[in-house]
Every structure is written in C-alpha cells, then in structure tokens.
T-cell receptor, first 118, second 107 residues
Framework: GAVVSQHPSWVICKSGTSVKIECRSL??????MFWYRQFPKQSLMLMAT?????????EQGVEKDKFLINHASLTLSTLTVTSAHPEDSSFYIC??????????????FGPGTRLTVL | GIQVEQSPPDLILQEGANSTLRCNFS?????LQWFHQNPWGQLINLFY???GTKQNGRLSATTVATERYSLLYISSSQTTDSGVYFC?????????FGQGTELSVKP
C-alpha cells in the first residue's frame, strides 16, 4: 500500500517552455501533497504544500507564479514549471500523506521527475 | 526554523559490517522518518518513528524525542545497502530533511 506515482519520470525541454509534472496517490486518498526539489549531491528542499480544494502554500523564496500547483482531486496534484530556464533543471519529487491511516503524518514519496532545460 | 543534522556525512563499510547513523534535531517534532534514496532517486520509506524503537530485518531505529535525536542501525551490511540515507523531521505536517549520510558498502 501507500504507492505514489509521478509522470513523466524525465523530461527535456527548451528554455521558455512550460512543463507539467503529475503526482498521483494510487491506493489512498491524499488531501495533502508536497513538492520537493533536489539538486545534485544535495538534500531535498520543500517547495510547496498542495491542499486539495484550496491554494497551495509556498515556502519562502519559491515563486508561486513560476511553479504553479493544482490539487484537482484527492489523488492528483500537478506542478507546472512555467517559462522554464536552465537553472530550473533539477529533480522534482512529490510526496503524499495518507490522512486515513493511523500514521497520518507519514509521507510517501513518488519516484521523482528529472527536468533538464536546454 | 528547525535544524536537522546527520552524521557522519560519508561512510564506507566492508560487507558484513555494522553501522550507526545519527540524526539530531533542534526542536520538538511530531514526525520523524528515515529514508534510503536509491541510485535512481527513489526514496524508500525505512521507518516512521517519532519516538521509540522499531526493527525491520537488518535495520532498526531508535528515536529519543526528549533528547532530540534518532539513530538508524544497519547490521550485516550488504552492497545493496549503498546509497544515501536521509532523516526527515516534521512539524505541522511539513518534513525538513537532513543533509544525508552517503553509505558505500564494498564487497
């Protein structure tokens, strides 16, 4: 149980284009999902908290107009990197919390999406 | 904000050896998780352990919340244990990650 998927697993795009990444909880409902970014040889940094049916909460220093988050249902959150630039190249990872389980604070992670902007 | 420190940053072991990884945190937390990040980047949940002790095969973990630290024990290490181990602590639903311990197990 507690499986989270991401699509695509990798994407290469040209500078100035937009890229959408999907995060799905496959076998549980997630009212809250999280988006992280990880640069090579570094730790994960939380970008934003995605809440089903309401606006996302962004961490300090994360541009909300550049990283658009939509939590359309209890099993799907999307991250759109708008007008991507080479410095946005990174590994993007989502996680979800199974609020129905007894361990409601535990987060389960997707396999990540590697974004390369040329 | 809360600070999370992991030690050691790097660890090289011979197959079969035991090891202890440490995670110190600066404030009270309502969540603590240990992860293993494999070479493809996938984070594998090892333990959800805001307090107490748990064991799963060759791995075990202990969190002493009152003293703000957690330990991950790996016994009889195998080459497949190689990778980065992260400790992450939670406050108000968010997870804050430590910098990780990169473990390399040599055959």
């Amino acid at each position: 149980g507690a499986v989270v998927s991401q699509h695509p697993s990798w994407v290469i795009c040209k500078s100035g284009t937009s890229v959408k990444i999907e995060c799905r909880s496959l076998d549980f409902q997630a009212t809250t999902m999280f988006w992280y970014r990880q640069f090579p040889k570094q730790s994960l940094m939380l970008m934003a908290t995605s809440n089903e049916g309401s606006k996302a909460t962004y961490e300090q220093g994360v541009e909300k107009d550049k990283f658009l988050i939509n939590h359309a249902s209890l099993t799907l959150s999307t991250l759109t990197v708008t007008s991507a630039h080479p410095e946005d190249s990174s590994f993007y990872i989502c996680s979800a919390r199974d609020s129905s389980s007894g361990r409601h604070n535990e987060q389960f992670f997707g396999p990540g999406t590697r974004l390369t902007v040329l | 904000g809360i600070q999370v420190e992991q030690s050691p940053p790097d660890l090289i072991l011979q197959e079969g050896a035991n090891s202890t990884l440490r995670c110190n945190f600066s404030d009270s937390v309502n969540n603590l998780q240990w992860f293993h990040q494999n070479p493809w980047g996938q984070l594998i949940n090892l333990f959800y352990i805001p307090s107490g002790t748990k064991q799963n095969g060759r791995l075990s973990a202990t969190t002493v919340a009152t003293e703000r630290y957690s330990l991950l024990y790996i016994s009889s290490s195998q080459t497949t244990d190689s990778g980065v181990y992260f400790c992450a602590v939670g406050q108000g639903g968010k997870l804050i990650f430590g910098q990780g311990t990169e473990l390399s197990v040599k055959p």
